[in-house]
């Protein structure tokens, strides 16, 4: 049996991810060591696309990826991992990303393609992304180590810097001090 029927069959003529039933077509999960029914799934052209082509993702259209995270299909759930660490900066992914379960082996295939690396970005506390010189604001009391001051909760640090090789840390300046600041202890400010 050619993999395409193969694919069909096991996917009851719906895509593996968003189960629609339009311009199906089989995709490798990448990277492929034999091309068999174990490295592919049966895909839309939407899901397709979306895959291929970052700047088309439409994360609502990922909230499919609740369900299809748990096929017992390996490439699914190498694609959902996948998908759910591009998609992370949204919140509710990382959420479905704390639930998965991957094999060691599956889990090292997903990071193959660099999309864990990719989708690693500055957060604050609550998953807002951080960018150079936003304003954040200080959600608990900080002792600032060789300051000999504590950087108070509420206090608004402004035009941050990103720390080098470090996405848990930025620095701003507290009381004309410049220091690095956890970013687990900001939010973001808006406005």
Known sequence: MKIEATLQNRSNGQCELCQSTRSLAVFQVEPVEQLDVESCVFLCETCRNQINDKELTEPNHWRCLNDSMWSE????????????????????????????????????????????????????????????GDTVTLVKNLKVKGGGFT???????????????????????????????????????HG
Do not use: H
């Open 151 to 189: 950087a108070k909760q509420g206090t608004a640090v402004r035009n941050i810097s990103l720390v080098q090789d470090n996405v848990a840390q930025i620095e701003g300046k507290v009381e004309s001090q410049r220091i690095v600041i956890l970013t687990e202890y900001v939010k973001k400010s």
């Open 73 to 132: 299909v390996p490439g699914v759930k190498v694609l959902a991992w996948r998908l759910l660490t591009r998609l992370s900066s949204e919140g509710w992914p990382r959420d479905l990303l704390d639930m998965m379960y991957l094999e060691e082996d599956q889990l090292e295939w997903a990071k193959a393609t660099g999309e864990g690396k990719a989708g690693v970005f500055y957060t604050d506390c609550y998953g807002a992304k951080l960018n150079a």
